[in-house]
């Protein structure tokens, strides 16, 4: 039995969390966001797994503030259109088709509710809160 083939556990987890985050270490573009910042990856892709078999199997064992680590970093809005491509890749690599799209739909719904926190926008005319500014004619 493969890695594909298993239930989504924790295990499955820490190798997704492991291989994405080997591949943002190397990215031209998140790499220069995440490197300087992350000073120890082992503990990070630790905390990260923690993170991530909270949000998908409900354990409640991480203990964290997504919002407060991202506000202190200089991340633009293509860095998460990116990062949720380059999530989306390795989800399907590691996991099979069920667990990857499950995973993709968590990560997609934290990454709006981030984007909103941080005040970057999914649409490029839109504005701060997802508005657009409409002018008055009169």
Partial sequence: MTQRDELLDASS???LVER???KVRMDPLL???FNPVVHDWAEHKR???SFWASVA???GGYRGNPMAAHRQQSIRAEHFTHWLALWRETTHEVLDKEFAER???YAE????SLRAGLGLSELPQ???CGLPIVGIIR
Avoid: Q, S
Wanted: net charge positive; charged share 25%; aromatic share 12%.
């Fill in 13 to 15: 987890i820490a190798i």
């Fill in 20 to 22: 994405f985050y080997e």
């Fill in 31 to 33: 790499g220069p966001v």
């Fill in 47 to 49: 905390l990260l797994t």
């Fill in 57 to 59: 199997l409900r354990g």
């Fill in 103 to 105: 995973m993709c739909d």
């Fill in 109 to 112: 719904r934290i990454g709006r």
């Fill in 126 to 128: 839109a504005r701060f």
